[in-house]
């Protein structure tokens, strides 16, 4: 069972990502719907059932893209 909630905690994370990619690539906004947020995760750990920070991890894979806001 652990590894099925890694496997989709990755795919939401990865789904932040793609999410960036959109904007700054081709749209004016996007959405994602997805059932782990993670923001309850901690910088080094998770907590709850948050095993990443989507939005941290969207907001970091935008800075390393150039962009300081999306």
Do not use: W, Y
């Amino acid at each position: 069972m652990q590894g099925i909630i890694t496997d989709v905690a990755l795919l939401a994370a990865g789904g932040a990502i793609t999410a960036v990619d959109a904007v700054l690539d081709r749209f004016d906004s996007s959405f994602r719907l997805v059932d782990l947020p993670g923001h309850h995760a901690m910088p080094e750990r998770g907590m709850g059932f948050c095993i990443f920070n989507n939005i941290a991890i969207a907001a970091r894979h935008a800075q390393k893209m150039g962009k300081k806001r999306c």
